[in-house]
């Protein structure tokens, strides 16, 4: 499938992978794809305020209740959308489930295994119920090169923000910023109005303590 109308920012020739020909999405990564890993070797290291570690593995995501559903995913830097179908489990799900957790105002950051990238979310947006935790793909299992084995998806943000290969979650009390932002490379994670309209997202908005909000 070739993508028509990319655009390609200043720092495209960063990306270590760009590939805009993949299929169902375009295999982008700012830093080396990392080996490829099954579900079944996997595991995820949630980290809390103050230390308290909690490790889990494919069984342990084979006890929360499973998602399948039609998801946006946005790119603005690039200027392209797609809505495969993924599955996985709800990030708020797992938190609740290992009792990690940060303050009403804390933030949680994501780490890729390519042991450079990083991205983090306020409390509010990772305990959002559209917030997951992607294993599958269009029926199959996520592709090493889409982020797989599991891979972050917040569909009412920028595409960078959902952190592909993650092996890592740590509860902060500040914010962790990013690294698109500490590289400059983006002010701001929302969706602007054409990116909302292409994907058909209503920007989340605060609601009773567990809803989104903007960024």
Request: hydrophobic share 35%; net charge positive; no cysteine.
């Given at each position: 499938m070739k993508r028509e109308g990319i655009n390609y920012p200043k720092f495209k020739d960063q990306f270590a992978l760009m590939d805009f020909e993949a299929e169902p999405l375009p295999a982008l990564?700012?830093?080396p794809v990392p080996e490829a890993c099954d579900l079944s070797d996997w595991t995820l290291t949630l980290t809390g305020l103050v230390?308290?570690?909690r490790t889990i593995g494919r069984e342990d995501l084979r006890k929360l209740p499973r998602v399948r559903e039609k998801s946006p995913l946005v790119c603005q830097i690039f200027n392209w959308s797609e809505e495969p179908e993924v599955e996985g489990v709800r990030l708020v799900d797992l938190l609740k489930v290992t009792g990690i957790d940060a303050s009403d105002d804390g933030y949680f950051a994501f780490y890729s295994a390519d042991g450079?990238?990083?991205e983090g979310l306020p409390r509010a947006i990772a305990r959002d119920p559209r917030t997951l935790l992607v294993f599958g793909l269009d029926g199959k299992p996520?592709?090493?090169?889409?982020?797989?084995?599991?891979?972050?998806w917040v569909p009412f943000l920028q595409g960078y923000k959902?952190?592909?290969w993650v092996n890592t979650i740590r509860a902060f009390r500040k914010d962790p910023v990013g690294i698109k932002r500490l590289l400059g490379q983006s002010r701001t994670s929302t969706l602007g109005a054409v990116g909302q309209?292409?994907?058909g997202v209503i920007v989340a908005r605060p609601n009773n303590g567990e809803a989104s909000v903007e960024i």
């Open positions: 990564s700012l830093y230390g308290e570690r450079f990238y990083f996520l592709p090493t090169e889409f982020g797989g084995p599991l891979r972050l959902s952190v592909k309209d292409r994907a």
